[in-house]
Nanobody, 120 residues
Framework: QVQLVESGGGLVQPGGSLRLSCAAS????????MGWYRQAPGQQRELVAT???????NYADSVKGRCTISRGNAKSTVYLQMNSLKPEDTAVYYC??????????????WGQGTQVTVSS
């Protein structure tokens, strides 16, 4: 079992910045990809950014140039630096870990979510 704990959300004014953190713990055999997704009220959950175990990154077009995803030295922590925030970035942000078990199966885990609100 893997647990993901997110932190760093909050209320910020348009144009401001936030840094989200997600720490994975538990019975981790291998984490292949970690990522951030978000879900606004009444909308589907969407990808924000992902990072692979060899640090390849992928971003949604809506956040390119404003957000940076990175991993900690232990590779079990992922960060999302968000700059120039807009009201449309308001959502619950979820951390996801795509893992491989010791017997070769893929298991995905989600965090509980952290609220980001961009408003003046």
């Amino acid at each position: 079992q893997v647990q993901l704990v997110e932190s760093g959300g909050g209320l910020v004014q348009p144009g401001g910045s936030l840094r989200l953190s997600c720490a994975a713990s538990g019975s981790i055999f291998a984490i292949n990809v970690m990522g951030w997704y978000r879900q606004a009220p009444g909308q589907q959950r969407e990808l924000v950014a992902t990072i692979t175990s060899d640090d390849n990154t992928n971003y949604a077009d809506s956040v390119k140039g404003r957000c940076t995803i990175s991993r900690g030295n232990a590779k079990s922590t992922v960060y999302l630096q968000m700059n120039s925030l807009k009201p449309e970035d308001t959502a619950v942000y979820y951390c996801k870990a795509e893992t491989t078990t010791s017997w070769g199966s893929r298991l995905d885990y989600w965090g509980q979510g952290t609220q980001v609100t961009v408003s003046s």
